[in-house]
Structures are given as C-alpha cells and as structure tokens.
C-alpha cells in the first residue's frame, strides 16, 4: 500500500524533500513506515525516535494500523515558550 509521509520542519531539513511517499505492506503500522523511513533516510534515524506521529489530524500511537492513501505527518517537539 502507498502512504505519504509530511515532515515537520524540524525533520524536513534533514531530508531528500518534505513529503515522501513510502509503499509499505498491508497491515503496516506507524512504527512500521517511521522504521523504513529511516532505513531510506538515514540522516533522520535518531531524530525520528522523538518524532510525534499525526494521522488524520489526531496524534497516533507508533502501533496504530495506517491504510492505503492514509496521510502520517511526523513533527518534533518543541520547547519553550
């Protein structure tokens, strides 16, 4: 299945470009698409494990399931204030 991938600021610098379509297996989680995120873009390995997960404008857990079209835009937190 084909999902897409939004990258907050933070980890778009980092990357080839801000939105990155991944094909991943049916029955793929959140934790699945940041894992071959990773492995495809190694330079967002380690900021990617604080990385808080959005899909469909609510937070996600890391195991829930994603579907085909499904939309995973991936912020860091900031702090301060």
């Known amino acids: 299945m084909q999902v897409r991938v939004r990258l907050g600021t ?6 080839a470009a801000p ?5 991943l297996d049916d029955g793929a989680t959140v934790a699945d698409a940041v894992a071959r ?9 380690e900021p990617l494990h604080t990385a808080l997960p959005i899909v469909a404008g609510a937070h996600a857990n890391r195991d ?3 579907h085909a ?3 995973l835009a991936l ?6 204030g």
């Not at 995120?37 to 390995?45: K, M, N, T, V, Y």
């Open 10 to 15: 933070g980890l778009a610098r980092l990357a």
């Open 19 to 23: 939105i990155v379509g991944l094909e």
């Open 64 to 66: 829930r399931p994603l």
């Open 37 to 45: 995120l990773a492995a495809e873009q190694p330079a967002l390995a």
């Open 69 to 71: 079209g499904d939309e």
């Open 75 to 80: 912020v860091t937190p900031v702090s301060g």
